[in-house]
């Protein structure tokens, strides 16, 4: 059973998985507490009603939230933490409120899932959770079959971004790196995938990308349900992004053999291993962004395939979604175990 926000495309897709879908009401970025009190409350009606084994969530309110209300209703919370958000990229008030909910929400939790050490190191040191809960997922798990590996063509560089088209991704830095090398690398294209995010505080404007279209800096792809041929066409993906839990976007490139740019933070990190398998560059840093783009694109074409490979190992050894499963499902034995007295 899965509990989200309507989505017409994902519920196509678990109807075909014949798995039921509950919608339920969502102001993901909304700071509102009587709506986020009516939130909990469905929550516990929900779950109340469902009476399920466990609870798994994912997102903020989702993982803040739906733990309070099972764990109200003697429910195992499992929740996942895939990334720390905007909240935690930016000081000040914001930040210090969700701390408090997280730690509230997550204290009778089991287990508590994170995609990088870095974070789960940080809510352990701010005492958000205790070190006997914290327990890191390799990602969100790749189907290596679905994302195979497709030949490396020579010729012009294509740089691909997949991700929301959010400030907080570094869709501005790749803009701007992008404007600084269409003279030094002629042919070269650079081009954004994925959806304009009016709900996040830090989304990119429409009047923007427009802006951005019509001087030729990018090509906007619009968005999609399957990245694969995207990424098979281009030459590198980038992802100049602020901080990840573990990005699935550098994740599913590096199942497809696709040599990587990133920046030097929490989760990029864990996935590019610089000079290996792709390159790493500052936060923030449109200048070091644009050197190591430019680094990528003056490579002969073997060393980029050779990196290429490097990539697809590394999903293949860390990163798998078999590996990912199989971690749910030893922890959920566990918890059920101990909740029947077993």
């Given at each position: 059973m899965?509990?989200?926000?309507?989505?017409v495309g994902v519920e196509e897709r678990m109807r075909a998985l014949n798995v039921d879908r509950v919608p339920i009401r969502i102001d993901r970025s909304g700071i509102n507490p009587w709506s986020d009190l009516k939130l909990l409350a469905t929550y516990r009606q929900l779950l109340k009603r469902l009476r399920p084994a466990a609870y798994l969530g994912y997102t903020i309110k989702p993982n803040i939230y739906g733990s309070m209300a099972a764990a109200l209703l003697g429910i195992p919370a499992l929740p996942n933490v895939s990334g720390l958000g905007t909240a935690f990229i930016r000081n000040g008030l914001l930040q210090h409120v969700v701390t408090r909910l997280y730690r509230?929400?997550?204290?009778?939790?089991?287990?508590v899932f994170f995609q990088n050490a870095e974070d789960r190191d940080l809510f352990v040191s701010r005492r958000i959770v205790r070190p006997q809960q914290a327990r890191v997922l390799p990602g969100s798990g790749v189907d290596l079959d679905r994302f195979a590996p497709a030949p490396l063509t020579d010729g012009p560089a294509t740089f691909l971004f997949i991700g929301r088209l959010l400030r907080d991704k570094g869709v501005i830095e790749f803009v701007e790196a992008a404007r600084a090398l269409n003279d030094v690398l002629p042919g070269a294209r650079f081009q954004l995938l994925g959806p304009i995010d009016e709900g996040n505080r830090t989304s990119i404007r429409p009047a923007e990308l427009e802006q951005w279209m019509g001087q030729g800096a990018i090509e906007y792809l619009g968005?999609?349900?399957?990245?694969?041929?995207?990424?098979?066409?281009a030459t590198a993906v980038v992802l100049p992004s602020y901080r990840e839990g573990l990005p699935r976007s550098l994740l599913e490139a590096g199942a497809m053999g696709r040599p990587l740019i990133a920046t030097d933070v929490p989760g990029c990190r864990d996935v590019v291993v610089d000079g290996v398998n792709g390159y790493l560059c500052a936060v923030r840093d449109r200048f070091s962004l644009a050197a190591a783009i430019r680094r990528m694109a003056e490579?002969?074409?073997?060393?980029?395939v050779a990196m290429g490979e490097a990539a697809r190992r590394q999903v293949q050894d860390r990163f798998s979604e078999e590996l990912v499963v199989r971690t749910y499902l030893d922890v959920l034995r566990n918890v059920t175990a101990v909740q029947s007295g077993v």
């Open positions: 899965i509990i989200a926000p309507q989505d509230f929400g997550f204290r009778h939790a089991p287990v968005t999609t349900d399957d990245v694969r041929p995207f990424i098979a066409a490579l002969p074409h073997e060393r980029r």
